[in-house]
DNA sequence: AATGAATGAGGCTTCATTCAT
DNA sequence: CATGAATGAAGCCTCATTCAT
């Protein structure tokens, strides 16, 4: 009598607890039992479907970038301009709330894992190219609109993503400098200045700038 | 006649060999033995010197970072220009050579730690807040040359160096896409366009860009 | 089917090996490992039923003297008269054969170690409550029958307590002085003279008296 | 140089230290470091003089005990009649201030470590005969006035002084049904059953008892 | 005579993994 | 399929002891 869905089940059932503990204890205190108990199964289950610890803190980080790419699929379509897509995209991303937060948390371990770890470079380099894809994509549209500059858009990618992460770091150590408004603040900043088409201006004084400006101050 | 300085003497030795082996094996597998085979000491004297291990990677990862800093603070003076020298800064940033990886490695381990750690939060708050005003110090002495794009510097920082966060994780990750060269370019370029004074164009068809642009292909 | 009470076989089994070795070596040197081998265990299974050293050491304490109750409990049937019940009692506390000479050094242990320990305090509140009560109602039931002096028959056995006590410790240092039958027969002295009834002099001369006497010579 | 008596006086000074950590956290918990640290020394300085640790103890349990002894000395004279003596002897060793509790402490850890310990054995043998003789001493004493009921005093020390320690322990554990004040009346209620003379009884009724009562109820 | 820096053996405890049921 | 009892390797930490000064 074979419920053929019920390990695929089980397995996600596991990866999902897996990943709700790495984001709250973290990597290093991560106990195979821990995930069983959010799991709701016994820690026997959980090397009945891995192997080995190694094996599930992994396939965790899989699930953890893949979930967070498919919620990003279809964001392309409800926005009307492609700038407006971008920032949504961006703001989706931003550790705001509970559940980007959590995957945030995971993907910040991952980095530190996989610095050590090939398996994990190649999660990284997969699903992590797809989201800076998602964003070049993005970039190209609103570029073939004429509502972006013109310039390379994996370049421009790059430079949005790498930012992102960056800032999302310090958001993530709970910076005092660097709060998630500030960091979406910044973000939207970077797309005025670098990405998104700028209005010519009529007086020669106001030529080229002003750049970067009009943040409100830090607290 | 006390031995005048074994204290500090040791506590620098070792906290040298813990930050070389968090770099080498990672938080996750550290062992107090190792740093001590490293440090040159036994394993007793690594908690002679600090009650816990926790107590050893907190004071390395304040060790590993102020270090770091101290090697950047006569870099102004050794350049010609302020932009040349906040050029400087980013350059002996990269995660390019042997010194600078270990840091960023312990760095990045920081960050992970750090997310759950109030401790390692306030060292991050701390130091990283002191090479943010570096680089705006380095942003606003070139805007009073004229060297530099008005704007804020401190936003101006916070842009640039949350990129250069985020791209070093993926180098350290050795993405293929995101080499130390493609990094230290798109750091150039960052300051090229947002930061570095934009020679006025003379003819309209290119005025205000081209933007983002030049870099060689990945790979 | 589970199995049934693999459980509490298994605690017992561990704790009756932990008395063997406290009794054996005493707290000081006592190392789980060894309750391990004695139990016929891993050591990890020690730790897998008992949080911590000090939980087994205290659920020790607590099976070595209840279970010396339990064999007190049906000592007074097999007895034809209830002062010789309080002889036979006191006869089967004597750190004479292995099996007491065990269980009163494990209980010597725990006066040590309950000076500071409020868990052994209330263990030795309730359990050794629990045998002073015992000889007093021997005593009340002696009382009952003529058998007894009158006098308050918890006073009477703190008083034969107490004494059992304070001698068996000499016994346990193998005091030259205090030997187990010298024990023995100091306890059956302090019976006759405090708490059987003394049979009434004929002769005036001797009333009252002689009391304390009559035991052999030391060595 | 030589000031032949610090020596002395250091080893003093370091026992006497001990005797206090002894009493204070257990011979269990106690370290060189602690005694150092009261005793107002280096570590080294203890291990100057003595070899090991358990030279230290072991001369500690003597020193603890022979300096009890040496304060009953002088306590003969200062009593009008023996049986006084005796009782004045008696109330000097309760457990009832700071003083006899810590040698009480010291002491009881003596008989826990000393079941395995022939130097104890020895130690506890030779002092714990000296304070027993004293006992036997003063009832002899009070014999020969007339103030004592006939019978060996050796034995009569024995069950007063068997019966001193066994309360003892109770009070150390904090019993709530031996108090101090109950062990002091439970003493003098076996010295006027079983030592002081008995006022001959003038009716025959009376013969022979009361015998133990009058003690007030517990708490 | 005294110090205290340094050692390293040893034990408790944790926890991934195994396996009988 | 799933369990959870049992294992045992491994590491942090304690602390008596040593020894250069």
Redesign the pocket.
């Known amino acids: 009598?074979?419920?053929?869905s019920?390990?695929a089940e089980?397995r996600e059932q596991i990866l999902e607890a897996a990943c709700t503990v790495i984001a709250d204890v973290g990597l290093q205190?991560?106990?195979?039992?821990?995930i069983?108990k959010v799991a709701?199964?016994?820690?026997?289950?959980?090397?009945?479907?891995?192997?080995?610890?190694?094996?599930?803190v992994n396939a965790a980080f899989e699930f953890n970038f893949s979930k967070s790419l498919e919620r990003r699929q279809g964001m392309f379509e409800s926005h009307s301009s492609p700038i407006d897509a971008l920032r949504g995209l961006v703001e989706s991303y931003l550790p705001a709330d509970e559940h980007a937060l959590q995957a945030w948390r995971v993907w910040a371990e991952l980095w530190a894992e996989g610095m050590r770890d090939e398996t994990l470079q190649e999660v990284n380099e997969r699903l992590y190219g797809q989201w800076r894809d998602l964003i070049a994509e993005a970039i190209r549209a609103a570029q073939e609109e004429g509502l972006a500059e013109p310039g390379d858009p994996e370049i421009m990618s790059n430079l949005l993503v790498g930012m992102i992460d960056g800032l999302a770091v310090q958001v993530l150590l709970h910076s005092r400098h660097m709060t998630v408004d500030r960091m979406r603040e910044t973000c939207h900043c970077m797309i005025d200045e670098l990405i998104a088409k700028h209005p010519r201006p009529t007086t020669p004084a106001m030529a080229g700038g002003p750049a970067v400006s009009g943040l409100p101050p830090v607290e």
Chains 1, 2, 3, 4 share one sequence.
């Open positions: 009598m074979a419920r053929p019920v390990e089980r205190a991560l106990r195979l039992s821990d069983a709701g199964v016994s820690s026997g289950t959980i090397t009945y479907y891995f192997d080995t610890k190694k094996d599930v």
